[in-house]
DNA sequence: CCTTAATGTAACAAATTTTATTACAAATAA
DNA sequence: TTATTTGTAATAAAATTTGTTACATTAAGG
């Protein structure tokens, strides 16, 4: 599968939406073309994303004609946790300066702490996400 | 004070590295070039950052010669939740798709659902980051 | 086999967001 | 009155995100 070049801010919002349809309709091959247009994104899009959930273990797709793609697991084995997990690429609290100054004795130790801070924060959302699964999403619709 | 266009994906990094400074020397001037020396990252971002900390009410600044900014409150008023609110623009979760298509059931309500979520989940990090103050990060250098 | 419809993916283009820079007015200490 | 510092506009550059075009490959169904 091809690279995303890094975070896409719509990924997770993306993803979901695709997993939540694909979760609607069990054993229908839906076209990337039909979901895009329920998100009203561009198709390749889809594609590809459709491709990284195939990575996942989460989808089976289906080449030629008649094709599509359906969920390989039932949504009750997909938590948002890791959803959330697969898709982001940068802290909660965001990016740290890549170059303090060693030479002053903040600029020094800085980026451990925060990096302490940031990943504390992060894992206590992954953790308030993994007691929620697609399941429960879908259920709402 | 100018607007940022929108989220600074460091801001959040570089404010609460301004902010340990400030809190280690109280009662000194500091310049936005020594700050930014530290930080390793341009003079005019930091004097735009403590412009934004002034009208949060956290800092005062002095124009001219042996001008610079302080700490205009104690440290331990400060919560890194007020500070992660202050300078957050997007949710946890990223941004949701903008318009999704409305003669899909889901597409008609998945950003509503989506909305739910991410206010909850911005909200449980807020919560957690309130019970922790510059206070406590600048405790640690 | 041939046509049609679908995925897979490369390559590139456009748009948006973030970060840095230049320039200079205004303020203030000494 | 000189040197230094903040404040901020304007713009440029870099990085990231999103969209598009193009086409090879695959498979169903006549």
């Not at 979760?23 to 491709?51: C, F, M, Y």
């Not at 004795?105 to 206590?124: R, S």
Request: net charge positive.
């Amino acid at each position: 599968m091809i690279n995303f070049a890094s975070m896409n801010n719509t990924r997770f919002a993306t993803v979901i939406h695709i997993l939540t349809l694909l979760g609607k309709t069990p054993d229908q091959w839906l076209s990337s073309d039909w979901i895009a247009g329920s998100i009203h994104i561009n198709p390749v899009i889809v594609r590809k994303e459709l491709g990284f959930l195939q990575d996942q273990g989460w989808v089976i797709s289906k080449k030629g004609k008649e094709g599509g793609s359906m969920l390989g697991v039932p949504t009750h084995e997909i938590s948002l946790a890791a959803i959330y997990k697969a898709v982001k690429n940068t802290s909660v609290l965001g990016k740290k300066n890549q170059t303090p100054n060693p030479k002053c004795p903040i600029g020094k130790h800085i980026n451990k702490k925060l990096d302490q801070l940031f990943v504390e924060t992060d894992e206590m959302v992954s953790t308030a996400l993994s007691h929620k699964t697609l399941k429960n999403f879908v259920e709402q619709f």
